[in-house]
């Protein structure tokens, strides 16, 4: 369920219809949704009631402070994966010992920021970043408190560039080596082991990968307590999927994922901290944009929008469905149109759908790209010299711009021109 809704026929962002903050703000932009945000987050965090556990929201599926402050004032814990989130995170006001510091590739600064400012863990995800973390907290007269990231080598049977949970893929330490690794770990004198992290993938739209990799999961903390580990602590990761398309079946609620973490890591007697993002934020936002053209090609239409790839690039990276729908409706009846919906930037990839049946559309109108709220503004660029799309929060009838676009005057002095030219 999202708060984005039709209301006399115009698309609203809960109480404010869609072609308001268009007239205020220009498009293309991001709106999200307070209200979809915390029903989302309050879903998780209520799936796991009766077990001690921490919902860590994933700090990259959306990282504007004000969606942080959010989150972090209901409660939510923060995933990070670099020390800018990190940084975006404290100055949203979650203490550290809401953090989870995750990522293949934490340099010692970020490992002196996190230790300095407070953690929770980090998620260790080789042996050589376990040396190297532990010269960092020796180095600083403190103990860093980790969990061992294992790479169960499960399918997650997800795109291929957001599956981590497969021998072949970088993250974690091979479960075969756990063993080895964890009794590594407990030699070092400036770690405190406290768990175990695992992280399969993004985007399940099933619970069987979770349910294998949790088994296996539950099998390690039996092994690791009986080497004489201290493991209290299970990082589950995040991943479960959100419907991006409405005509599709909806994955797995919360409610049913939180049974399943019960049934089979309950007798653990361990804190489980989850990492959800995409489920949070995926349809807490939408993106609007406006027609420029309508084309007239050889052998098809050709939408034309203002916005573009580098605002949301999910289409071009990952052959992403997201549905198109008009900010206004059309009248009922009429026959729709096949449009290929692309934007003004000079790459043919710059195509979010192909063949899309809508209702006619025409030069001004605008639309809406549904479930936009995460890997969208945060995966913004500015290529072709296209000003980073602004981003606005709506709560009920309050609206705030919460990341302007940027003037092009304000573009081009981050670039300096050296005086021997």
């Given at each position: 369920?999202?708060?984005?809704?039709?209301?006399?026929?115009?698309?609203?962002?809960?109480?404010?219809?869609?072609?308001?903050?268009?007239?205020?703000?220009?498009?293309?932009?991001?709106?999200?949704?307070?209200?979809?945000?915390?029903?989302?987050?309050?879903?998780?965090?209520?799936?796991?009631?009766?077990?001690?556990?921490?919902?860590?929201?994933?700090?990259?599926?959306?990282?504007?402070?004000?969606?942080?402050?959010?989150?972090?004032?209901?409660?939510?814990?923060?995933?990070?994966?670099?020390?800018?989130?990190?940084?975006?995170?404290?100055?949203?006001?979650?203490?550290?010992?809401?953090?989870?510091?995750?990522?293949?590739?934490?340099?010692?600064?970020?490992?002196?920021?996190?230790?300095?400012?407070?953690?929770?863990?980090?998620?260790?995800?080789?042996?050589?970043?376990?040396?190297?973390?532990?010269?960092?907290?020796?180095?600083?007269?403190?103990?860093?408190?980790?969990?061992?990231?294992?790479?169960?080598?499960?399918?997650?049977?997800?795109?291929?560039?957001?599956?981590?949970?497969?021998?072949?893929?970088?993250?974690?330490?091979?479960?075969?080596?756990?063993?080895?690794?964890?009794?590594?770990?407990?030699?070092?004198?400036?770690?405190?082991?406290?768990?175990?992290?695992?992280?399969?993938?993004?985007?399940?739209?099933?619970?069987?990968?979770?349910?294998?990799?949790?088994?296996?999961?539950?099998?390690l903390t039996r092994t690791l307590r009986g080497d004489g580990h201290r493991i209290v602590r299970l990082d589950l990761g995040g991943g479960l999927g959100i419907p991006?398309?409405?005509?599709?079946?909806?994955?797995?609620?919360?409610?049913?994922?939180?049974?399943?973490?019960?049934?089979?890591?309950?007798?653990?007697?361990?804190?489980?901290?989850?990492?959800?993002?995409?489920?949070?934020?995926?349809?807490?936002?939408?993106?609007?944009?406006?027609?420029?053209?309508?084309?007239?090609?050889?052998?098809?239409?050709?939408?034309?929008?203002?916005?573009?790839?580098?605002?949301?690039?999910?289409?071009?990276?990952?052959?992403?469905?997201?549905?198109?729908?008009?900010?206004?409706?059309?009248?009922?009846?009429?026959?729709?149109?096949?449009?290929?919906?692309?934007?003004?930037?000079?790459?043919?990839?710059?195509?979010?759908?192909?063949?899309?049946?809508?209702?006619?559309?025409?030069?001004?109108?605008?639309?809406?790209?549904?479930?936009?709220?995460?890997?969208?503004?945060?995966?913004?660029?500015?290529?072709?010299?296209?000003?980073?799309?602004?981003?606005?929060?709506?709560?009920?009838?309050?609206?705030?711009?919460?990341?302007?676009?940027?003037?092009?005057?304000?573009?081009?002095?981050?670039?300096?021109?050296?005086?021997?030219?």
């Amino acid at each position: 369920m999202d708060h984005f809704l039709y209301r006399d026929g115009v698309l609203h962002a809960e109480d404010i219809p869609l072609p308001d903050l268009s007239a205020q703000t220009g498009t293309p932009f991001y709106v999200y949704s307070a209200a979809t945000l915390t029903r989302h987050f309050r879903l998780f965090d209520e799936a796991l009631e009766g077990m001690e556990h921490l919902v860590c929201y994933a700090v990259k599926a959306n990282s504007n402070l004000a969606v942080l402050r959010l989150l972090g004032g209901l409660g939510a814990g923060a995933d990070v994966v670099s020390g800018g989130e990190y940084r975006k995170a404290r100055a949203a006001g979650i203490p550290g010992e809401r953090i989870v510091f995750s990522g293949v590739g934490k340099t010692r600064e970020e490992m002196r920021l996190a230790l300095g400012e407070g953690i929770r863990q980090f998620n260790v995800e080789s042996e050589p970043e376990m040396e190297a973390l532990n010269a960092v907290a020796l180095s600083m007269g403190t103990r860093a408190p980790v969990a061992l990231r294992i790479n169960p080598d499960v399918d997650a049977k997800t795109h291929a560039k957001i599956s981590t949970g497969k021998s072949e893929n970088k993250f974690g330490i091979p479960i075969s080596r756990a063993g080895s690794t964890y009794a590594a770990a407990a030699a070092l004198p400036g770690l405190e082991v406290v768990g175990i992290d695992m992280h399969i993938g993004s985007q399940l739209t099933d619970l069987a990968p979770f349910e294998q990799a949790y088994t296996k999961l539950a099998a390690l903390t039996r092994t690791l307590r009986g080497d004489g580990h201290r493991i209290v602590r299970l990082d589950l990761g995040g991943g479960l999927g959100i419907p991006y398309e409405r005509s599709n079946s909806a994955p797995p609620l919360p409610v049913e994922y939180g049974h399943m973490v019960r049934r089979v890591l309950g007798d653990t007697g361990c804190e489980i901290l989850i990492e959800p993002g995409r489920l949070i934020a995926g349809n807490a936002g939408v993106l609007v944009a406006r027609v420029i053209y309508v084309k007239h090609g050889e052998d098809r239409d050709f939408l034309i929008l203002d916005a573009a790839m580098n605002d949301l690039i999910r289409p071009a990276m990952y052959d992403a469905h997201h549905d198109i729908v008009p900010v206004v409706e059309p009248e009922p009846g009429g026959d729709s149109v096949t449009y290929d919906v692309v934007g003004p930037v000079c790459e043919t990839g710059d195509t979010f759908a192909r063949q899309r049946r809508l209702k006619p559309l025409k030069e001004g109108d605008l639309v809406a790209f549904r479930s936009a709220g995460a890997y969208g503004a945060v995966m913004a660029s500015e290529y072709n010299s296209r000003p980073l799309v602004p981003e606005v929060l709506v709560s009920g009838d309050h609206s705030a711009v919460i990341r302007a676009r940027p003037s092009f005057e304000e573009m081009l002095n981050r670039d300096t021109i050296p005086e021997w030219l």
